[in-house]
């Protein structure tokens, strides 16, 4: 199963307005890491980087100023895409600027139910949270020193590490089957077929010794029309249930 892990960095927070300037991508293959990844740095053509977004990420109008348009790296990124599934944290925010900058070109809409929301899995799973990225390393014991301000990129090779961890770990992905264990003599196997055999040790019995005397005394008195002596279940000498044959 193949999987882009991406992120996004944008001129501000409007999808309507602001454009992408930063594309990170990271491929995974059945959960795991390939190597590939996809880095675009993109000219917003003449839309100004604002103040709070540039605080969040670092990235100025200069650093943009020769980097291509997004027309230009359309069929880069589509061809690094494919037909993955596109992972993503707090996915609306950055499949609303794609289909935003897809919407300017002509190009479908991503189709919703390729996108996965690891924002929603964490807040399944950890449901008092925080569930920020950086919450979510600390979480999981990921190293996100590096990450003093947001990068696509680096944001993306650290939400490949969360969401391999929020799919339950590396060992989920090796996809080993345990084999049942055998069950021991005399225990029922569930979903399979039984078979009783001995106990190896007896189970104690529960009545008490005059209760035990009772009985035979019960029975001595009914004589060999008894039912218990029909059954098999009497009691023996020693004033234990005998066992039927």
């Given at each position: ?9 944008t001129?501000g ?5 602001d454009?992408?300037?930063e ?20 000219n ?19 650093d943009?100023a ?13 061809a690094?895409i494919e037909?993955a ?16 900058e897809?919407?300017?070109?002509g ?6 139910a390729?996108?996965v ?10 449901p008092?949270?925080p ?14 020193s ?19 961890e ?9 996809g080993?089957e345990v084999?049942?264990a ?15 055999g ?18 035979a ?6 004589g ?10 009497g009691?023996?000498e ?8």
């Open positions: 199963m193949r999987e882009i892990i991406f992120d996004t960095e001129t927070l409007d999808s309507r307005e454009r992408v300037i594309l990170g991508c990271v491929e995974l293959d059945n959960r795991f890491p390939t190597g590939r990844t996809l880095h675009l740095f993109i917003p053509e003449g839309r100004s980087v604002h103040p709070d977004a540039h605080a969040v990420h670092g990235i100025s109008d200069a943009l020769d980097k291509p348009t997004f027309a230009e790296i359309l069929e880069d990124f589509l690094f037909d599934k596109l992972v993503a944290h707090n996915a609306n925010f950055d499949i609303g600027f794609i289909n935003a897809f919407d300017r070109l190009q479908p809409f991503v189709d919703p390729r996108v929301d690891t924002l929603a899995i964490a807040r399944r799973k950890h008092m949270g569930n920020s990225l950086d919450a979510l390393c600390r979480r999981y014991g990921i190293d996100n590096r990450r003093t301000k947001h990068g696509a990129l680096l944001d993306a090779e650290l939400l490949a590490e969360v969401y391999i929020l799919a339950g770990g590396k060992q989920a992905t090796f080993l084999a049942p055998k069950p021991a003599e005399g225990e029922r196997q569930v979903g399979g077929p039984v078979t009783l001995k106990r190896v040790r007896p189970l104690a019995p529960r009545l008490s010794a005059a209760e035990r005397q009772a009985h005394a019960m029975v001595a008195e009914i060999e029309n008894a039912l218990w002596l029909k059954t098999g279940h009691m023996s020693d004033g234990k249930q005998a066992e039927s044959a």
